[in-house]
């Protein structure tokens, strides 16, 4: 499974020969990314490719592999054979190994370098655990609602700004023989995605924020309030009715097809929107509505990062490493390749993709910048919660034990 | 009589050059694995001490030094004169010592381990220096588990399974009746039956899936025909617009743990009939004649000459069928991972969920539900395993 991207061979060639001739010392660097998707894929090798060029005395070994496999290898990875940098996600996600002192704090580098301490105010809090900053960001997304634009128009809609706009135009969209909404919940996160805006919406960054600590009881009368936007949700915007048997990916065939107009999705979905045959002209983007009126809008950015293990034989270089992402330059090329929003706020972003920059114009004006459920809550916390929501959108009658049982887990696990 | 005796003793003597050559083979094997172990010197002379490949060659020296101290061991112990005297009593159990030795690290002292952790709340992580990061929560795991509506969920679907998993047995028996029969091509429907025992459970869940999916499954396929019809859509694309909606067979929490289970049961009644088949060919025909003079045919045919017969056959497949319906994981997994809302759980992915799957990490919690799947097997077990004693002895 583990894809090896090797350079060192011809490094160590050249590593002898500076030896013999006594200029240099080489040293090691080992990094372990997670993403084997093609664009990921080559958009870190490049980068990879890049740092072997600025300091060409490192002998880079890149390890790459599966997300999924990665969550739960990293655990043996941090324990016993620790590289010297790792990807992981920030947020809540990064509690557990933080906690066990698994993660090196790297304070010092926020510090001291220039770019990190001045460029990424917006995401220093989702990089923060008890004052210390433990990594660096590389790239993040929007979420929102992507719609079918053709359709709204046939339709004669336009883009909702609050909820009573979005619910009138479920019911054009339902007279037109169309559903509104297409999600697939087989594996649980994509009803995060609702529940986390509906709440933002309803409730604010600060109840998220404190629900996802486990300051706040699911039976709330907030979170109910949430719920209750969503069953109005669920009767007037319906859903694809199959959709828990359906992955997000899945889900996309109804909206390819036209029998669904609407996605609460993340940005990574738009590469496969247009695999599906949906060109740029037919999909749009927009924020979820506001619901409780004068409320400041957060928004869903999910980042991805890296972390130096505790473990590191070569901290000084996996510190040059972690310098060299968060670089202008290096974030900029990244996530062109990708196709996503750099954490850096000094670095460029793709004017001709419409997503981005409709991305980046959501995320730098919003008053708060979430993970997601699942990463802002600690795992335990987040499959029961994702099980409830699923359990919801199946069955709303079911809310009062669903919110029981979630106030039981929650107990358990803080 | 006396020479005999000095013989005796003498063959009887422990052989002090023996001893000491294995025993100091035996110490510097113990040294050598200690060393390597402890400094990872060998690591650092073969200059891997970062790449995950460090750990082949020091495993291969490991390994040699350690087969080598094992029959220095032996060795050893052969050259003492309480051994020699002893041969008849102590070579057995030589000759076990080492499965022993593997079947108590990999397998009992794990079971215990587990017991241990149910006591306490844990992620599974140790810290930088090695120390385990849990607490020690007495009972609370277990009381949470009388609590958990999950757990009866899961311990409902166990016993779902294992009930509907035994109609393998009887429809395998038939399958295997019906094809015992000389007909040009027997072999290949034989084969064609059999077939589905053949691939992997994993391929076995995804046709499933597939075939159970609502919207483009054999299934709302067959439906279609009958309550749907094709029209064109807004943007004029073809959909099918159902007067009654195909049944989500996978996507209901009261429907899905029988999808799996049918599915299990396709290859699991395939292997019995491969076994019914097998037992079928050693029925006596000297019986079957005996009964037909007697006047029995049919259901009684089967009932009191053939079945009696296939008592071993029967054993096995309901042995076979009652370990399928406990490994019913790997279906599961690849079907719903649980779900919908976790209502397709059964004890050991419920375990698998909580402690390691996506990095929910209650290992604590986890190891409780795996020592209640334990104590359930045991009774199982035991009896298994009392009802082989009793074979035994009868054979005997």
């Given at each position: 499974m583990l894809n090896r991207f090797n350079l060192r061979k011809i490094a160590q060639c050249v590593a002898l020969s500076s030896l013999v001739?006594?200029?240099?010392?080489?040293?090691?660097?080992?990094?372990?990314?997670?993403?084997?998707?093609?664009?990921?894929?080559?958009?870190?090798?490049?980068?990879?490719?890049?740092?072997?060029?600025?300091?060409?005395?490192?002998?880079?070994?890149?390890?790459?592999?599966?997300?999924?496999?990665?969550?739960?290898?990293?655990?043996?990875?941090?324990?016993?054979?620790?590289?010297?940098?790792?990807?992981?996600?920030?947020?809540?996600?990064?509690?557990?190994?933080?906690?066990?002192?698994?993660?090196?704090?790297?304070?010092?580098?926020?510090?001291?370098?220039?770019?990190?301490?001045?460029?990424?105010?917006?995401?220093?809090?989702?990089?923060?655990?008890?004052?210390?900053?433990?990594?660096?960001?590389?790239?993040?997304?929007?979420?929102?609602?992507?719609?079918?634009?053709?359709?709204?128009?046939?339709?004669?809609?336009?883009?909702?700004?609050?909820?009573?706009?979005?619910?009138?135009?479920?019911?054009?969209?339902?007279?037109?023989?169309?559903?509104?909404?297409?999600?697939?919940?087989?594996?649980?996160?994509?009803?995060?995605?609702?529940?986390?805006?509906?709440?933002?919406?309803?409730?604010?960054?600060?109840?998220?924020?404190?629900?996802?600590?486990?300051?706040?009881?699911?039976?709330?009368?907030?979170?109910?309030?949430?719920?209750?936007?969503?069953?109005?949700?669920?009767?007037?915007?319906?859903?694809?009715?199959?959709?828990?048997?359906?992955?997000?990916?899945?889900?996309?065939?109804?909206?390819?097809?036209?029998?669904?107009?609407?996605?609460?999705?993340?940005?990574?979905?738009?590469?496969?929107?247009?695999?599906?045959?949906?060109?740029?002209?037919?999909?749009?983007?927009?924020?979820?509505?506001?619901?409780?009126?004068?409320?400041?809008?957060?928004?869903?950015?999910?980042?991805?990062?890296?972390?130096?293990?505790?473990?590191?034989?070569?901290?000084?270089?996996?510190?040059?490493?972690?310098?060299?992402?968060?670089?202008?330059?290096?974030?900029?090329?990244?996530?062109?390749?990708?196709?996503?929003?750099?954490?850096?706020?000094?670095?460029?972003?793709?004017?001709?993709?419409?997503?981005?920059?409709?991305?980046?114009?959501?995320?730098?004006?919003?008053?708060?910048?979430?993970?997601?459920?699942?990463?802002?809550?600690?795992?335990?916390?987040?499959?029961?919660?994702?099980?409830?929501?699923?359990?919801?959108?199946?069955?709303?009658?079911?809310?009062?034990?669903?919110?029981?049982?979630?106030?039981?887990?929650?107990?358990?696990?803080? | 009589m006396e020479n005999s005796q000095l013989g005796n003793h003498y063959r009887f003597a422990t052989s002090a050059k023996q001893v000491t050559v294995a025993g100091l083979i035996l110490l510097a094997c113990l040294f050598l694995l200690y060393f390597v172990i402890s400094t990872s010197m060998v690591q650092d002379l073969f200059g891997y001490s970062q790449q995950i490949h460090a750990r082949v060659p020091t495993f291969f020296i490991r390994l040699a030094v350690a087969i080598v101290a094992i029959g220095a061991a032996l060795y050893f112990i052969t050259g003492f004169s309480f051994y020699k005297r002893n041969k008849i009593a102590w070579a057995p159990w030589l000759f076990l010592a080492l499965g022993l030795g593997l079947f108590m690290v990999y397998v009992i002292i794990p079971i215990f381990q587990s017991m241990s952790y149910s006591f306490t709340k844990w992620d599974g992580l140790y810290d930088i220096n090695g120390v385990w990061t849990g607490e020690w929560v007495g009972f609370h795991n277990y009381k949470l588990l009388l609590d958990d509506p999950n757990f009866y969920t899961s311990l409902k679907n166990n016993l779902l399974w294992l009930v509907l998993y035994m109609l393998a047995v009887p429809v395998g028996l038939f399958i295997a009746l019906f094809l015992n029969q000389t007909v040009t091509g027997i072999r290949i429907y034989k084969s064609l039956f059999f077939f589905p025992f053949v691939i992997s459970q994993v391929v076995v869940g995804l046709i499933f899936t597939w075939a159970y999916n609502p919207e483009f499954g054999l299934l709302s396929e067959f439906w279609s025909w009958f309550f749907c019809e094709t029209k064109e859509n807004i943007m004029g694309n073809l959909t099918r617009v159902c007067s009654v909606e195909p049944p989500s067979i996978l996507g209901n929490e009261h429907s899905a743990t029988y999808g799996i289970i049918a599915a299990g049961l396709w290859p699991q009644i395939a292997y019995c009939m491969i076994l019914y088949l097998t037992g079928l060919n050693n029925v006596s025909p000297d019986q079957i004649e005996a009964g037909q003079l007697d006047g029995a045919k049919g259901w009684k045919m089967l009932w009191y000459v053939v079945l009696p017969q296939l008592k071993p056959a029967t054993f096995i497949a309901v042995v076979v069928t009652v370990i399928g319906a406990l490994r019913s994981f790997d279906m599961i997994a690849t079907m719903t991972q649980g779900g919908p809302y976790g209502s397709t759980n059964v004890l050991a992915y419920y375990m698998y969920d909580q402690a390691v799957g996506e990095g929910v990490g209650r290992y604590g919690y986890g190891s409780a539900i795996a020592t209640v799947l334990f104590l359930i097997m045991l009774v199982y077990i035991s009896y298994f395993l009392w009802q082989m004693y009793q074979d035994e002895k009868e054979a005997h």
């Amino acid at each position: 499974m583990l894809n090896r991207f090797n350079l060192r061979k011809i490094a160590q060639c050249v590593a002898l020969s500076s030896l013999v001739s006594g200029t240099a010392v080489a040293s090691e660097l080992v990094i372990t990314f997670d993403d084997l998707n093609p664009d990921k894929k080559l958009a870190f090798e490049s980068a990879v490719e890049a740092f072997t060029r600025a300091h060409p005395d490192i002998t880079v070994t890149a390890n790459n592999g599966d997300r999924e496999a990665h969550k739960s290898t990293i655990r043996n990875a941090l324990q016993n054979d620790a590289p010297d940098v790792i990807t992981w996600y920030p947020g809540n996600r990064m509690g557990p190994f933080v906690d066990a002192g698994l993660f090196m704090d790297i304070s010092d580098l926020w510090s001291s370098d220039e770019n990190l301490s001045s460029n990424f105010n917006a995401i220093k809090p989702t990089m923060t655990r008890d004052g210390k900053q433990w990594g660096v960001p590389y790239s993040y997304y929007q979420w929102g609602v992507y719609y079918r634009k053709d359709i709204y128009d046939k339709v004669g809609i336009s883009e909702p700004k609050t909820w009573d706009e979005l619910l009138s135009n479920c019911d054009a969209l339902k007279e037109a023989g169309v559903t509104p909404f297409t999600i697939g919940t087989k594996f649980l996160w994509t009803a995060a995605g609702v529940f986390d805006y509906l709440n933002l919406r309803t409730n604010g960054y600060e109840v998220h924020n404190d629900l996802t600590a486990g300051k706040i009881k699911y039976t709330d009368e907030r979170i109910r309030n949430t719920f209750a936007k969503w069953e109005e949700m669920l009767d007037r915007c319906s859903f694809v009715s199959t959709h828990a048997t359906m992955s997000w990916q899945d889900a996309i065939s109804p909206f390819a097809n036209g029998d669904a107009a609407m996605y609460v999705m993340g940005n990574f979905s738009v590469g496969q929107y247009k695999e599906a045959g949906l060109t740029d002209d037919q999909i749009d983007f927009f924020q979820f509505p506001e619901i409780t009126p004068g409320l400041p809008r957060a928004e869903e950015a999910p980042a991805d990062a890296f972390f130096i293990p505790a473990k590191a034989k070569n901290v000084e270089n996996a510190k040059k490493f972690l310098a060299f992402v968060a670089s202008v330059g290096t974030q900029t090329a990244w996530n062109k390749a990708i196709g996503q929003l750099p954490p850096n706020a000094k670095a460029l972003i793709n004017e001709d993709d419409k997503f981005i920059v409709k991305g980046m114009e959501t995320l730098s004006t919003a008053s708060g910048l979430a993970q997601f459920y699942d990463r802002d809550a600690p795992a335990a916390m987040a499959k029961a919660g994702m099980e409830g929501f699923q359990k919801f959108m199946l069955d709303p009658s079911a809310l009062d034990e669903i919110l029981e049982n979630l106030d039981k887990v929650q107990a358990e696990v803080y | 009589m006396e020479n005999s005796q000095l013989g005796n003793h003498y063959r009887f003597a422990t052989s002090a050059k023996q001893v000491t050559v294995a025993g100091l083979i035996l110490l510097a094997c113990l040294f050598l694995l200690y060393f390597v172990i402890s400094t990872s010197m060998v690591q650092d002379l073969f200059g891997y001490s970062q790449q995950i490949h460090a750990r082949v060659p020091t495993f291969f020296i490991r390994l040699a030094v350690a087969i080598v101290a094992i029959g220095a061991a032996l060795y050893f112990i052969t050259g003492f004169s309480f051994y020699k005297r002893n041969k008849i009593a102590w070579a057995p159990w030589l000759f076990l010592a080492l499965g022993l030795g593997l079947f108590m690290v990999y397998v009992i002292i794990p079971i215990f381990q587990s017991m241990s952790y149910s006591f306490t709340k844990w992620d599974g992580l140790y810290d930088i220096n090695g120390v385990w990061t849990g607490e020690w929560v007495g009972f609370h795991n277990y009381k949470l588990l009388l609590d958990d509506p999950n757990f009866y969920t899961s311990l409902k679907n166990n016993l779902l399974w294992l009930v509907l998993y035994m109609l393998a047995v009887p429809v395998g028996l038939f399958i295997a009746l019906f094809l015992n029969q000389t007909v040009t091509g027997i072999r290949i429907y034989k084969s064609l039956f059999f077939f589905p025992f053949v691939i992997s459970q994993v391929v076995v869940g995804l046709i499933f899936t597939w075939a159970y999916n609502p919207e483009f499954g054999l299934l709302s396929e067959f439906w279609s025909w009958f309550f749907c019809e094709t029209k064109e859509n807004i943007m004029g694309n073809l959909t099918r617009v159902c007067s009654v909606e195909p049944p989500s067979i996978l996507g209901n929490e009261h429907s899905a743990t029988y999808g799996i289970i049918a599915a299990g049961l396709w290859p699991q009644i395939a292997y019995c009939m491969i076994l019914y088949l097998t037992g079928l060919n050693n029925v006596s025909p000297d019986q079957i004649e005996a009964g037909q003079l007697d006047g029995a045919k049919g259901w009684k045919m089967l009932w009191y000459v053939v079945l009696p017969q296939l008592k071993p056959a029967t054993f096995i497949a309901v042995v076979v069928t009652v370990i399928g319906a406990l490994r019913s994981f790997d279906m599961i997994a690849t079907m719903t991972q649980g779900g919908p809302y976790g209502s397709t759980n059964v004890l050991a992915y419920y375990m698998y969920d909580q402690a390691v799957g996506e990095g929910v990490g209650r290992y604590g919690y986890g190891s409780a539900i795996a020592t209640v799947l334990f104590l359930i097997m045991l009774v199982y077990i035991s009896y298994f395993l009392w009802q082989m004693y009793q074979d035994e002895k009868e054979a005997h």
